[in-house]
């Protein structure tokens, strides 16, 4: 799930790494072990992103005009380029099947943002990959 959201699989991997060890240190306190670790994720994979983008945007003043091809698939090229909440209610929803609920609390909004993002990010990725 990290790997998806991060889109690299190291990032996911410490991420989650991090995440199981916050987990850890926090067990007797913890009311809901499940719903605490599913938000410790989405939360460190979104500052993950936040310090990221501001590599992807100076990557280019660096390398110059260069461009730099990776082969990627197409389905992760599309995902890549939905805003963070739009990819993990995607990721969250159909590759680790968690219920709108569960994805609200891991966002931390309401079940209703959770509809609307799913729709907008599926109508995106519908214009973005052709049937």
């Known amino acids: 799930m990290t790997s998806l959201i991060t889109q690299s699989n190291d990032a996911g991997q410490e991420i989650a790494q991090d995440a199981f060890f916050e987990l850890y ?4 306190d913890l009311e809901y ?6 938000t410790t994720i989405v939360n460190r994979c979104h500052n993950w992103q936040r310090r990221n983008r501001t590599r992807k945007d100076k990557l280019p003043l660096l ?8 082969e990627v698939a ?3 090229d ?9 990819r993990a209610v995607l990721v969250l929803r159909y590759y680790c099947d968690f ?7 891991a966002l931390g909004c309401r079940p209703g943002t959770v ?6 990010a599926l109508r995106r990725l519908r214009k973005e990959i052709p049937q």
Request: hydrophobic share 40%.
């Open 78 to 86: 599309a995902l890549a380029g939905l805003q963070f909440r739009q």
């Open 99 to 105: 219920s709108e609920a569960e994805i609200a609390e």
């Open 25 to 28: 240190r926090h067990w007797g």
């Open 33 to 38: 072990p499940r719903a605490y670790l599913r």
């Open 74 to 76: 197409e389905l992760a």
């Open 63 to 70: 390398v110059g005009s260069q461009a730099v091809e990776m």
């Open 115 to 120: 509809k609307s993002l799913s729709s907008r």
